[in-house]
């Protein structure tokens, strides 16, 4: 696609929004979600309170997600993953399952309350990495140390510079610097970290607190005992599973499972692949260590849209207003 053509392409989008936008705010919206019917997994990742887009693109503020919660009170039928594997489903009702990944102690913070205003359930799918000595996962480490750290860094030999976008891009090889970390083992990504650390104390600000926080072996137990909670694993320390070795992935789901376990008391059998990657071997090996909901991104083939395990999920997008969210929750895409 040429840049006119992506111009073009986004102007339109946008004179969509606006569309769907001005719709809604003259009530015309109501037989468009009085008529929806199916079911979609969502999944968000942190809430904060303010600036979302600060270091990444996977956070919305409490004031939009409480709006998120009141439209779906208002149209949807809100499920547990359980209900949704066991297609308990509303004839009357769009069925929407919401889902958060990564663990981040915000969600313990804003969502459980919300939740619980609002009687409405959710999975959160946490990772180990306050076992493994960390209460940050490697890739938020990165994406803050990337936005306070200077513009020019050598990193193990290898000159890298920032985009645009406040990301570390090798000058040998172009590529970014979370992905190349994103394909190794937790060494590495430890390695980097450790080497790093002195860019920035962005620990000592406490305002960046909501941004990577993890949650604390009580939070995750706080948070299990709500009866509109489901707790599953998202991994041992963030790995792409489907990148490391698969007897590296098999230990990490088996173990993952097994801290959730020994802090909630309770059996663990969900599973948010990390970046929603998965691979054949990785869904064996899952399905292996226990786990019987799988929960990706998109189905990779055919064949995993007939695994009963397996669910898709649509990430929820921070640039767009909540009826624009709420359309595409229905319509399963953003354009």
């Given at each position: 696609m040429t840049l006119s053509q992506k111009i073009r392409s986004k102007l339109a989008r946008n004179i969509k929004y606006l569309y769907r936008d001005?719709?809604?705010?003259?009530?015309?919206?109501?037989?468009?979600?009085?008529?929806?019917?199916?079911?979609?997994?969502?999944?968000?990742?942190?809430?904060?309170?303010?600036?979302?887009?600060?270091?990444?693109?996977?956070?919305?503020?409490?004031?939009?997600?409480?709006?998120?919660?009141?439209?779906y009170k208002k149209h949807f039928n809100v499920i547990s993953l359980d209900?949704?594997?066991?297609?308990?489903?509303?004839?009357?009702?769009?069925?929407?399952?919401?889902?958060?990944?990564?663990?981040?102690?915000?969600?313990?913070?804003?969502?459980?309350?919300?939740?619980?205003?609002?009687?409405?359930?959710?999975?959160?799918?946490?990772?180990?990495?306050?076992?493994?000595?960390?209460?940050?996962?490697?890739?938020?480490?990165?994406?803050?140390?990337?936005?306070?750290?200077?513009?020019?860094?050598?990193?193990?030999?290898?000159s890298h510079i920032k985009d645009r976008y406040n990301k570390y891009i090798s000058l040998v090889s172009g590529e970014k610097l979370a992905d190349k970390l994103r394909s190794g083992d937790f060494e590495e990504k430890a390695d980097m970290m450790k080497l790093l650390s002195p860019l920035s104390d962005f620990k000592t600000n406490k305002y960046d607190e909501d941004y990577w926080l993890q949650m604390t072996p009580g939070q995750i137990r706080a948070l299990s005992v709500s009866p509109f909670v489901t707790v599953g694993a998202h991994g041992y320390y963030h790995n792409d599973l489907a990148k490391i070795d698969i007897n590296n992935a098999t230990e990490e789901l088996a173990l993952s499972r097994q801290y959730l376990e020994d802090i909630i008391g309770e059996k663990v059998t969900s599973l948010a692949f990390p970046y929603g990657s998965y691979s054949p071997e990785v869904i064996e090996a899952a399905k292996s260590t226990g786990y019987e909901q799988l929960l990706a991104m998109e189905f990779y083939s055919e064949n995993d849209q007939e695994d009963k395990a397996i669910r898709e999920r649509l990430a929820v997008n921070p640039f767009i207003s909540t009826p624009n969210q709420m359309y595409a929750t229905i319509t399963g895409n953003y354009e």
């Amino acid at each position: 696609m040429t840049l006119s053509q992506k111009i073009r392409s986004k102007l339109a989008r946008n004179i969509k929004y606006l569309y769907r936008d001005i719709y809604y705010k003259l009530g015309l919206h109501k037989g468009f979600y009085q008529s929806a019917r199916g079911s979609r997994i969502l999944i968000y990742h942190g809430i904060c309170q303010h600036d979302h887009l600060r270091f990444n693109t996977i956070f919305i503020t409490q004031k939009t997600f409480e709006s998120h919660l009141k439209f779906y009170k208002k149209h949807f039928n809100v499920i547990s993953l359980d209900a949704y594997y066991k297609q308990e489903f509303s004839k009357d009702r769009f069925n929407v399952c919401l889902t958060f990944d990564d663990g981040f102690a915000n969600n313990y913070k804003y969502v459980l309350p919300l939740l619980e205003k609002y009687k409405i359930p959710a999975a959160f799918f946490i990772t180990a990495i306050q076992a493994a000595g960390y209460d940050i996962l490697w890739n938020d480490f990165l994406s803050i140390v990337s936005k306070y750290g200077p513009k020019e860094i050598v990193y193990k030999n290898e000159s890298h510079i920032k985009d645009r976008y406040n990301k570390y891009i090798s000058l040998v090889s172009g590529e970014k610097l979370a992905d190349k970390l994103r394909s190794g083992d937790f060494e590495e990504k430890a390695d980097m970290m450790k080497l790093l650390s002195p860019l920035s104390d962005f620990k000592t600000n406490k305002y960046d607190e909501d941004y990577w926080l993890q949650m604390t072996p009580g939070q995750i137990r706080a948070l299990s005992v709500s009866p509109f909670v489901t707790v599953g694993a998202h991994g041992y320390y963030h790995n792409d599973l489907a990148k490391i070795d698969i007897n590296n992935a098999t230990e990490e789901l088996a173990l993952s499972r097994q801290y959730l376990e020994d802090i909630i008391g309770e059996k663990v059998t969900s599973l948010a692949f990390p970046y929603g990657s998965y691979s054949p071997e990785v869904i064996e090996a899952a399905k292996s260590t226990g786990y019987e909901q799988l929960l990706a991104m998109e189905f990779y083939s055919e064949n995993d849209q007939e695994d009963k395990a397996i669910r898709e999920r649509l990430a929820v997008n921070p640039f767009i207003s909540t009826p624009n969210q709420m359309y595409a929750t229905i319509t399963g895409n953003y354009e």
